[in-house]
């Protein structure tokens, strides 16, 4: 079973919508928990932490449930430039390595 | 501030043919330091992470190695490339801030395997 899982998309959706991506993690130990955004053909950047009492930053939104082990990313009034992948990363315990999921691909059409 | 910078930003390599990546981080002490591998279409694949100077824990079997020479520096060699050995390397940083650790990416080297 994979770490971190997500749905890999593709999500196209049209200018002002609001688009919410789920990712689930299998170590009930996870403590830290990530969404980057990755543009084509560039590096992996941190958007925001997930709290645990989940946190806003302008039109994004990060949720944290871990009865569920999931995490989400909901994004309001999306914007032409918000089209990228949308990565979910968890860390145990501070530890040395990072889980990536695969990745959800965002399109957001004029 | 913390930097990270990769060089060269693409490679063309023939089959065969050695490889060295350099990574270098600035205005942090101490980093653990990761090389990744994204093939294209493809999600990330850790290579090699390394949390002190000479301490280098390989993650996946392969013709690739690692060194780290100096607390910020990080290198990624191969003395053979193979076609496989094609695809989007990223060299990452992290460390530990209000009770966790964060990661950060470098700009990647793109290399292509002919």
């Known amino acids: 079973r994979k770490e971190v899982e997500q749905d890999p998309g593709p999500f196209n959706v049209p200018e002002g919508a609001t688009v919410a991506f789920n990712c689930t993690y299998s170590?009930?130990?996870?403590?830290?928990f990530f969404w980057y955004r990755q543009d084509c053909r560039k590096e992996p950047k941190l958007l925001m932490s997930?709290?645990?009492s989940g946190n806003e930053d302008g039109r994004f939104t990060a949720q944290l449930n871990r009865a569920s082990q999931y995490i989400s990313l909901l994004i309001r009034d999306s914007k032409l430039s918000d089209s990228a992948t949308y990565l979910c990363?968890?860390?145990?315990?501070?530890?040395?390595?990072?889980?990536f999921g695969t990745g959800t691909s965002l399109t957001v059409i004029p | 501030s913390q930097t990270i910078h990769q060089w060269p930003a693409t490679l063309v390599q023939p089959v065969g043919s050695p490889l060295s990546l350099e990574c270098t981080v600035e205005?942090?002490?101490?980093?653990?330091l990761y090389w990744y591998r994204q093939a294209a279409g493809r999600g990330l694949q850790l290579l090699f992470y390394s949390v002190g100077i000479g301490q280098i824990s390989s993650e996946v079997p392969q013709n690739l190695s690692a060194s780290r020479p100096q607390d910020r520096q990080f290198i990624l060699s191969s003395k053979k490339l193979l076609l496989s050995d094609s695809g989007f390397y990223l060299c990452?940083?992290?460390?530990?801030?209000?009770?966790?650790?964060?990661?950060?990416f470098g700009p990647g080297t793109r290399l292509l395997v002919l």
């Open positions: 990452a940083w992290s460390v530990v801030g209000r009770g966790r650790r964060t990661q950060y």
């Open positions: 170590n009930s130990a996870s403590q830290s």
């Open positions: 990363v968890v860390n145990i315990d501070t530890g040395n390595q990072f889980y």
């Open positions: 205005g942090t002490s101490n980093p653990n």
């Open positions: 997930v709290y645990s």
